[in-house]
């Protein structure tokens, strides 16, 4: 029988799924936030005044530029964590199978269903 597509009962597990990639989403940008400050802006200081930033700081000023704020601090938006929690969701869907590979896993349980049934007769002979 086919699995149907839409079921009101698995809405509960849909919101509940959701609402943890937006916290999950949110957490990642936040502890994200507390990086780039840090390796961009406290680092920096702590090594002097004539010191040169790391590759990496150097990196993440560049890659996540905060125009915004004048690169003094990270900020993200509402928008942000649910961009970021589609991403999330994603990278970790599933690509669906095709009809031809449908077909060969249909085969393989075919072709071990027989092997079982040979054994079992083959079994029986020879008792």
């Known amino acids: 029988m086919a699995r ?17 990639m937006m916290a999950l989403s949110g957490l990642w940008l936040w502890l994200f936030g507390i990086f780039w400050t840090f390796m961009v802006i406290e680092l ?4 002097g005044p004539y010191s040169q930033m790391s590759s990496l700081s150097m990196f ?4 996540f530029p905060m125009k915004e704020t004048n690169d003094v601090s990270y900020e993200f938006k509402f928008d ?8 999330f969701v ?6 669906a199978p095709t009809r031809t590979e449908v077909e060969e896993e249909d085969d393989k349980e075919l ?15 020879l008792s």
Request: net charge positive; with cysteine; hydrophobic share 65%.
């Open 4 to 20: 149907r597509v839409f079921s009101p009962l698995m809405l509960p597990l849909a919101m509940l799924q959701a609402f943890f």
């Open 44 to 47: 920096p200081k702590d090594l």
């Open 60 to 63: 993440l000023l560049r890659a």
């Open 80 to 87: 942000h964590v649910l961009i970021l929690a589609c991403v």
């Open 90 to 95: 994603i990278m970790m869907m599933a690509w």
């Open 111 to 125: 072709a071990k269903a027989n092997k079982k049934t040979k054994a079992k007769k083959l079994a029986k002979a």
